[in-house]
């Protein structure tokens, strides 16, 4: 048969009636009209949101028995749990024991989780409702969220009952929870920040959401062609996503391009401004629960996805202009297809405009309405109840959106409009790299969002008379804070609007925020003392720690009697006083060793090399967003340098040398054209390395595609080094440093971003630092350079250079762009090669001490609890957020069911 999207539409006079089905095969099936000279353009029906806990006790329904039947949580010993899988396979999958394959087990044990999970968070925002606590809502365009199955099992300490229920069905949970698919939702460092963030929020009881966007192929599935990175969509959706609840009755209209009226109030003399016409989008609630650990409370994720306001044209359709009909359709669906569209064009650009916009106007209409509902009119209350983290600049727009919302929606005047704006935001900064500061051409502005770009220029004046007033005549200063660049096309800078707007500003490492003090918004830290703030980043010991290194997590259990560091990660400095004892060392070592042999499966699964790998060799990693300033190149070069070494030396000699794997992940944007050619130079060096019969396995290099959080949690455990090698001053703070080192593995690195407060907690002499040490010092050689003062080339750069230039590793012409490079050498390659290949030779003599390695490993480790998620959140929560937790009591009985029930 035929599955038509629209079904059979009869029109009688003004009846319409739309049938429409998920799947698009046909979007027509049939058209029977009665009355030819009637067309009438219609909406798919909508579904009305009704109040929460309200409208249902009107003398029809029995309240107290709806609250009997569901007083009690599900029950989670084996034959319930067993009984929970298989009615989902039956009932919501639709399949038989015949057909219940891994796949289907993973999608009905994911409901029955959910099951568990969805009592929590229907639970906990009714305490959150009832309650009535100042809550945060944050803003990121990413949430990179990994697989969400193991992390909610052992959040919800139900790995053992899960475990043992599918075991004794035939099955193993971890087999299971590997078919699922990483949610597309983020790239890098950011989304993984806000994942981290979320999770901690809900482990500590603090009243919070997370907004974002659905995207519906993610940024790109990374592959290689003859070396090159390939994108491909991330079809992360084919089979449905279980953990999230499609809200049909959550759905705001989104505004673009139209035109901005004025009109005054004759009696009192005011404006109003008005915006109309243009380009209705609807943006539909995606929500995702995040259950806390050892806590009931669940906090929620509610993500936009983007539909048509006019869902089909059928005059166009039965005109035969069928493309037309659905290309408004398609127009607004393509907002949320994509993370980070490429913006090397206009149409990219303006398309990145889009999303930003389309998810901070949802998110705002979305925060106004439940504050609303609870407090009715009186938005003087707003900052008291509500707190808006904005995650870097991508959300930026949402200050001026609430300020449209304040007065053309709401009445209310221009001041006092911005002195809640300004009350309620807070920023956080995630870069000092210029090129990374989000600008926006005005003329874009202008003609996508017209009201917006008039309270910007509204907002710019404002600020500008405050600063004149403080520094009369001051051009310079004037033109450091504008939110708008003077320049033959003028830009709206993003970041400046982001601090004008906030309340407060944080940078994510100490030296982060020192710079952005001193180097990059010193104006703005001289304006307003004390805005700028340092919060440094954590990541979550639940997921990189106990979900990701199972081995680690059990030895860190029986040498601390307690489990309860998952929650309090101060407890591993225990393990100080036994960094020297042997049988804890030994201990350690089987469990890295352990790790490294499930690492090399999953390489020998997804990317063999030839010739194999060694598992008593370095595991050497560098997975992250490939870009310049993280130094990938360096990285591949000094593999360059040690490949040639080893190929100098006599057979005797070799045996002395101590082997490595060096691994790289990560993916490069698809417009960084010279981010494509360092992944093409990493494979091809791989190639010939890895082939090459002189150094067999004393040397491999390894690329390991479309990188993502369920092979982080494979690769990081699995590492004796890892690579935090940016050039000082460019790194915010990195993350990944934190969790590697939480799993033993030493650093070499700069002292750049969070690394300088690593080597505070771990010790200095627990790491291998090495280059320029700070910001001032590049800054010379950049300057060196652009005077053209001839740079010392270390001799082994120099055979490294040539042998690409002769055509070692592939044509030369692909690595034009890394030569010239060397012209200006912009990230400090030249001076940081040396004391680098320095460091490198530093960790092969360590490495022959299995005692001393071994015992800095343990130290690394136990001194990482200022880099617990818990921490960071914990200082947002007392430092910028000013909430307190609002926990929902750990109880059999379930919150709304208390008053029905005897004793509660």
């Given at each position: 048969?035929?599955?038509?999207?629209?079904?059979?539409?009869?029109?009688?006079?003004?009846?319409?009636?739309?049938?429409?089905?998920?799947?698009?095969?046909?979007?027509?099936?049939?058209?029977?009209?009665?009355?030819?000279?009637?067309?009438?353009?219609?909406?798919?029906?909508?579904?009305?949101?009704?109040?929460?806990?309200?409208?249902?006790?009107?003398?029809?329904?029995?309240?107290?028995?709806?609250?009997?039947?569901?007083?009690?949580?599900?029950?989670?010993?084996?034959?319930?749990?067993?009984?929970?899988?298989?009615?989902?396979?039956?009932?919501?999958?639709?399949?038989?024991?015949?057909?219940?394959?891994?796949?289907?087990?993973?999608?009905?044990?994911?409901?029955?989780?959910?099951?568990?999970?969805?009592?929590?968070?229907?639970?906990?925002?009714?305490?959150?409702?009832?309650?009535?606590?100042?809550?945060?809502?944050?803003?990121?365009?990413?949430?990179?969220?990994?697989?969400?199955?193991?992390?909610?099992?052992?959040?919800?300490?139900?790995?053992?009952?899960?475990?043992?229920?599918?075991?004794?069905?035939?099955?193993?949970?971890?087999?299971?929870?590997?078919?699922?698919?990483?949610?597309?939702?983020?790239?890098?460092?950011?989304?993984?920040?806000?994942?981290?963030?979320?999770?901690?929020?809900?482990?500590?009881?603090?009243?919070?959401?997370?907004?974002?966007?659905?995207?519906?192929?993610?940024?790109?599935?990374?592959?290689?062609?003859?070396?090159?990175?390939?994108?491909?969509?991330?079809?992360?959706?084919?089979?449905?996503?279980?953990?999230?609840?499609?809200?049909?009755?959550?759905?705001?209209?989104?505004?673009?391009?139209?035109?901005?009226?004025?009109?005054?109030?004759?009696?009192?003399?005011?404006?109003?401004?008005?915006?109309?016409?243009?380009?209705?989008?609807?943006?539909?609630?995606?929500?995702?629960?995040?259950?806390?650990?050892?806590?009931?409370?669940?906090?929620?994720?509610?993500?936009?996805?983007?539909?048509?306001?006019?869902?089909?044209?059928?005059?166009?359709?039965?005109?035969?202009?069928?493309?037309?009909?659905?290309?408004?359709?398609?127009?607004?669906?393509?907002?949320?297809?994509?993370?980070?569209?490429?913006?090397?064009?206009?149409?990219?650009?303006?398309?990145?405009?889009?999303?930003?916009?389309?998810?901070?106007?949802?998110?705002?209409?979305?925060?106004?309405?439940?504050?609303?509902?609870?407090?009715?009119?009186?938005?003087?209350?707003?900052?008291?109840?509500?707190?808006?983290?904005?995650?870097?600049?991508?959300?930026?727009?949402?200050?001026?959106?609430?300020?449209?919302?304040?007065?053309?929606?709401?009445?209310?005047?221009?001041?006092?409009?911005?002195?809640?704006?300004?009350?309620?935001?807070?920023?956080?900064?995630?870069?000092?790299?210029?090129?990374?500061?989000?600008?926006?051409?005005?003329?874009?502005?202008?003609?996508?969002?017209?009201?917006?770009?008039?309270?910007?220029?509204?907002?710019?004046?404002?600020?500008?008379?405050?600063?004149?007033?403080?520094?009369?005549?001051?051009?310079?200063?004037?033109?450091?804070?504008?939110?708008?660049?003077?320049?033959?096309?003028?830009?709206?800078?993003?970041?400046?609007?982001?601090?004008?707007?906030?309340?407060?500003?944080?940078?994510?490492?100490?030296?982060?925020?020192?710079?952005?003090?001193?180097?990059?918004?010193?104006?703005?830290?001289?304006?307003?003392?004390?805005?700028?703030?340092?919060?440094?980043?954590?990541?979550?010991?639940?997921?990189?720690?106990?979900?990701?290194?199972?081995?680690?997590?059990?030895?860190?259990?029986?040498?601390?009697?307690?489990?309860?560091?998952?929650?309090?990660?101060?407890?591993?400095?225990?393990?100080?006083?036994?960094?020297?004892?042997?049988e804890l060392q030994n201990e350690w070592r089987a469990v890295k060793l352990e790790n490294k042999r499930r690492l090399i499966g999953y390489i020998n699964s997804n990317c063999p090399v030839e010739g194999g790998i060694s598992e008593d060799a370095i595991f050497d990693v560098q997975i992250k967003r490939i870009h310049e300033y993280k130094r990938q190149l360096l990285n591949i070069l000094g593999v360059i340098a040690r490949y040639q070494w080893i190929k100098k030396l006599s057979e005797a000699e070799k045996k002395n040398v101590v082997k490595r794997v060096v691994?790289?992940?990560?993916?490069?944007?698809?417009?960084?054209?010279?981010?494509?050619?360092?992944?093409?130079?990493?494979?091809?060096?791989?190639?010939?390395?890895?082939?090459?019969?002189?150094?067999?396995?004393?040397?491999?290099?390894?690329?390991?595609?479309?990188?993502?959080?369920?092979?982080?949690?494979?690769?990081?455990?699995?590492?004796?080094?890892?690579?935090?090698?940016?050039?000082?001053?460019?790194?915010?703070?990195?993350?990944?440093?934190?969790?590697?080192?939480?799993?033993?593995?030493?650093?070499?690195?700069?002292?750049?971003?969070?690394?300088?407060?690593?080597?505070?907690?771990?010790?200095?002499?627990?790491?291998?630092?090495?280059?320029?040490?700070?910001?001032?010092?590049?800054?010379?050689?950049?300057?060196?350079?652009?005077?053209?003062?001839?740079?010392?080339?270390?001799?082994?750069?120099?055979?490294?250079?040539?042998?690409?230039?002769?055509?070692?590793?592939?044509?030369?012409?692909?690595?034009?762009?890394?030569?010239?490079?060397?012209?200006?050498?912009?990230?400090?390659?030249?001076?940081?090669?040396?004391?680098?290949?320095?460091?490198?030779?530093?960790?092969?003599?360590?490495?022959?001490?299995?005692?001393?390695?071994?015992?800095?490993?343990?130290?690394?480790?136990?001194?990482?609890?200022?880099?617990?998620?818990?921490?960071?959140?914990?200082?947002?929560?007392?430092?910028?957020?000013?909430?307190?937790?609002?926990?929902?009591?750990?109880?059999?009985?379930?919150?709304?069911?208390?008053?029905?029930?005897?004793?509660?």
């Amino acid at each position: 048969g035929i599955n038509a999207e629209y079904g059979i539409l009869k029109i009688s006079g003004y009846t319409k009636e739309f049938c429409r089905k998920p799947i698009v095969l046909f979007r027509l099936l049939y058209i029977e009209v009665l009355q030819p000279s009637v067309i009438i353009m219609a909406a798919p029906p909508k579904f009305k949101r009704s109040m929460t806990m309200t409208g249902i006790d009107d003398g029809n329904v029995d309240v107290p028995k709806i609250f009997k039947l569901k007083q009690e949580y599900l029950k989670n010993d084996m034959p319930t749990i067993q009984k929970s899988i298989t009615d989902h396979v039956e009932f919501s999958l639709a399949c038989t024991k015949y057909n219940f394959d891994n796949s289907a087990a993973y999608r009905a044990t994911a409901q029955s989780v959910r099951d568990r999970v969805l009592e929590f968070w229907n639970d906990t925002q009714q305490c959150y409702t009832e309650k009535d606590p100042r809550r945060v809502y944050y803003l990121s365009l990413e949430f990179l969220m990994g697989r969400s199955l193991s992390n909610a099992v052992h959040n919800l300490e139900l790995e053992d009952p899960y475990s043992e229920a599918l075991k004794d069905l035939g099955y193993k949970l971890e087999e299971i929870a590997d078919e699922e698919k990483d949610a597309a939702l983020g790239n890098g460092g950011l989304g993984r920040l806000a994942a981290c963030f979320m999770d901690s929020l809900s482990t500590l009881n603090y009243p919070a959401w997370g907004y974002g966007i659905r995207y519906n192929f993610g940024m790109f599935e990374q592959g290689f062609h003859d070396g090159w990175q390939t994108e491909l969509p991330d079809y992360w959706l084919t089979y449905g996503n279980p953990w999230e609840i499609q809200r049909r009755d959550i759905h705001y209209p989104v505004r673009f391009y139209g035109t901005v009226e004025t009109t005054v109030d004759p009696a009192t003399g005011t404006k109003r401004s008005k915006w109309e016409g243009g380009e209705l989008v609807v943006a539909e609630a995606y929500d995702t629960p995040i259950p806390g650990y050892r806590t009931h409370n669940t906090n929620n994720i509610r993500l936009w996805s983007s539909k048509p306001n006019r869902e089909f044209d059928l005059e166009m359709f039965n005109k035969g202009d069928y493309f037309s009909a659905v290309e408004g359709k398609e127009r607004s669906e393509n907002i949320t297809s994509v993370l980070y569209p490429n913006d090397s064009t206009a149409q990219g650009k303006e398309l990145r405009l889009k999303q930003q916009y389309f998810f901070c106007a949802a998110t705002l209409s979305d925060i106004v309405r439940r504050f609303k509902k609870i407090h009715g009119s009186d938005l003087a209350m707003l900052p008291e109840k509500v707190v808006i983290q904005l995650n870097d600049t991508h959300p930026a727009i949402s200050i001026v959106e609430l300020m449209r919302k304040l007065i053309d929606e709401e009445g209310l005047d221009w001041e006092t409009s911005w002195t809640l704006t300004r009350k309620t935001f807070c920023y956080t900064n995630h870069t000092i790299l210029p090129e990374a500061l989000e600008h926006w051409p005005v003329s874009l502005i202008e003609r996508l969002l017209p009201r917006h770009m008039q309270l910007i220029y509204d907002i710019n004046l404002q600020v500008l008379q405050e600063v004149e007033k403080k520094w009369p005549g001051d051009i310079g200063k004037l033109s450091k804070i504008s939110i708008i660049a003077e320049g033959e096309q003028k830009q709206v800078r993003m970041a400046n609007l982001a601090i004008i707007g906030s309340r407060t500003v944080n940078g994510v490492a100490a030296l982060h925020t020192f710079l952005l003090r001193t180097k990059v918004f010193p104006e703005f830290d001289e304006f307003w003392p004390g805005k700028f703030r340092n919060i440094t980043n954590g990541v979550t010991p639940r997921r990189w720690i106990q979900q990701a290194n199972p081995g680690l997590s059990k030895l860190f259990n029986k040498w601390l009697k307690t489990d309860n560091w998952v929650k309090d990660l101060s407890l591993l400095r225990a393990l100080r006083e036994h960094a020297k004892n042997p049988e804890l060392q030994n201990e350690w070592r089987a469990v890295k060793l352990e790790n490294k042999r499930r690492l090399i499966g999953y390489i020998n699964s997804n990317c063999p090399v030839e010739g194999g790998i060694s598992e008593d060799a370095i595991f050497d990693v560098q997975i992250k967003r490939i870009h310049e300033y993280k130094r990938q190149l360096l990285n591949i070069l000094g593999v360059i340098a040690r490949y040639q070494w080893i190929k100098k030396l006599s057979e005797a000699e070799k045996k002395n040398v101590v082997k490595r794997v060096v691994i790289f992940g990560g993916k490069a944007a698809a417009a960084y054209h010279m981010a494509k050619r360092i992944i093409k130079l990493i494979n091809s060096v791989s190639t010939v390395i890895n082939s090459d019969k002189d150094v067999g396995n004393l040397l491999k290099v390894i690329f390991i595609p479309n990188y993502c959080v369920s092979n982080a949690e494979i690769i990081i455990p699995a590492s004796d080094i890892n690579q935090q090698i940016s050039t000082a001053g460019t790194e915010a703070s990195g993350t990944g440093n934190m969790k590697f080192t939480m799993n033993g593995s030493l650093i070499i690195g700069t002292m750049d971003g969070a690394n300088v407060e690593i080597a505070e907690e771990i010790g200095e002499e627990n790491m291998f630092i090495f280059g320029l040490r700070t910001a001032d010092l590049v800054e010379k050689h950049r300057q060196r350079m652009k005077q053209r003062v001839k740079a010392y080339i270390d001799q082994r750069l120099h055979e490294v250079l040539s042998s690409i230039e002769e055509g070692v590793f592939g044509p030369s012409e692909y690595y034009h762009d890394i030569l010239s490079y060397f012209d200006h050498d912009y990230y400090a390659l030249i001076p940081d090669f040396p004391p680098y290949m320095e460091a490198q030779k530093a960790i092969d003599e360590l490495y022959r001490k299995p005692e001393e390695w071994t015992q800095k490993s343990i130290l690394g480790s136990a001194g990482t609890s200022k880099f617990s998620a818990d921490r960071t959140i914990q200082e947002y929560a007392e430092t910028i957020w000013d909430i307190k937790p609002a926990e929902l009591p750990r109880s059999d009985v379930r919150w709304g069911a208390r008053k029905y029930v005897k004793g509660h």
